[in-house]
């Protein structure tokens, strides 16, 4: 149980075009899913928090108006890279919370690897 | 002080080395403690959750100690494929995040 899957896997685009991504928890319901980045060599960074119908909760420093988080079910949470550019290129992580035994705990997706050229 | 700190490594250990990392926390209200595991260019994976009485599954056993408000990680009979990042995760009660460490890197060798 608690699969998270993500898609698509690796995508390749153009400075300036939108990208995105899909974030489902397959068998279990996730009232919250988590976005994450990080570059190379680096430690994940916590972009947003997505919330099933309601707005999403940006970290300091993430353009909630770059970076669209749509939680429009229990399942599914979608975010949107706009007008994407080289600096954006990144791997993109989404997680949702789930149980290990009776712990409230993390799953995360298998990443999305974003190139902009 | 940061929230979750852990020593970045790399740890290099030959094969069948028994190594040890821990993980501080600065919260004394924090409920919940994790190890994930995550390997180069791949998301990370559950490794354990921690409990107060501590936790071993297999070659793994992991510790807390509230009262120094840090947590541990044992890896025995380390194997090559045991290398990889380990992430130190803490989280707070209901409605509260998770914190992740920076993780730990760790190096196996024949």
């Known amino acids: ?117 | 002080r940061k929230e979750v700190e852990q020593d970045p490594g790399p740890f290099n250990v030959p094969e069948g080395a028994t190594v040890a990392f821990n993980c501080t926390y600065n919260n004394s209200a924090s409920q919940s403690f994790f190890w994930y595991r995550q390997d180069c260019r791949k998301e990370p994976k559950l490794l354990m959750s921690v409990y107060s009485s501590g936790n071993e599954d297999g070659r793994f056993t992991a510790q807390l100690n509230r009262a120094s408000q840090y947590i541990s990680l044992l890896i025995r009979d380390s194997k090559l494929s045991d290398s990889a990042t380990y992430l130190c995760v803490v989280k707070g009660g209901q409605g509260f995040s998770f914190i992740f460490g920076k993780g730990t890197r760790l190096l196996v060798k024949p």
């Open chain 1, 1 to 117: 149980g608690a699969v998270v899957s993500q898609h698509p896997s690796r995508v390749i685009c153009k400075s300036g075009t939108s990208v995105k991504i899909e974030c489902r928890s397959l068998d279990f319901q996730a009232t919250t899913m988590f976005w994450y980045r990080q570059f190379p060599k680096q430690s994940l960074m916590l972009m947003a928090t997505s919330n099933e119908g309601s707005k999403a909760t940006y970290e300091q420093g993430v353009e909630k108006d770059k970076f669209l988080i749509n939680h429009a079910s229990l399942t599914l949470s979608t975010l949107t890279v706009t007008s994407a550019h080289p600096e954006d290129s990144s791997f993109y992580i989404c997680s949702a919370n789930g149980l290990a035994g009776s712990t409230d705990t993390q799953y995360f997706g298998p990443g999305t690897r974003l190139t902009v050229l």
